[in-house]
């Protein structure tokens, strides 16, 4: 185990690394019922790649297939899935772009990128932990609140859900041969 700081000036971490996304998860939350419940979900197919510079700049992206999510109750996924939320016919994929990560503190950053929903992207800033393990994988694991109108998912019958969602990701890397 080491800090941040150590992992993204080692000369053996620098160049691509690949997603392992068995290793993997990226799920959301929302208040729902005007705040009785949290509706949790998960996205079961996604892509990533990352990449550590010998300047010890990161990039990458992660690509997630709309139509994997699954919250647990077929009708509520189908209806996400509809044009009154995600409208996975016209918007197959979301898609977060890494531009930058800035160490904070130990094994915690703040993770630059830009986030595209629906076909409009806005950028984020992420406060994520970065584990290292013994095996040479590395996690990164973060979460923050999503404006879920400022990317198009407008409905809301009754006022019943939140107007923020949280968005999580705890996603390993390997390195690429």
Known sequence: ?????????????????NLVPDRSAV????????????????FTKF???????DQGTVSGYLEVDVASLRTGIRLRDKH???????????????RVVVT??????????????????????DPVTVPVTVTEF???????A????IDRFQFGLRWNKFGILAATATAAGEVCFVKAP
């Open 27 to 42: 799920t959301f939350k929302i208040k729902n019922m005007w705040g009785l419940l949290a509706v949790k979900g998960e």
């Open 100 to 121: 930058a990560l800035h160490p904070t503190k130990g094994k915690r950053a703040e993770l630059q990128a830009s986030l595209t929903i629906k076909g409009i992207t």
């Open 80 to 94: 996400l899935l509809s044009a009154d939320f995600f409208d996975v016919e016209r918007f197959p994929e979301i």
């Open 134 to 140: 013994s095996d040479g994988s590395v996690r990164i």
């Open 142 to 145: 973060g979460e923050t609140e």
């Open 1 to 17: 185990m080491t800090t941040l700081e150590t992992l993204l000036s080692d000369p053996d971490a620098t160049g691509a690394w």
């Open 47 to 53: 892509t990533g790649h990352g990449n550590l510079t």
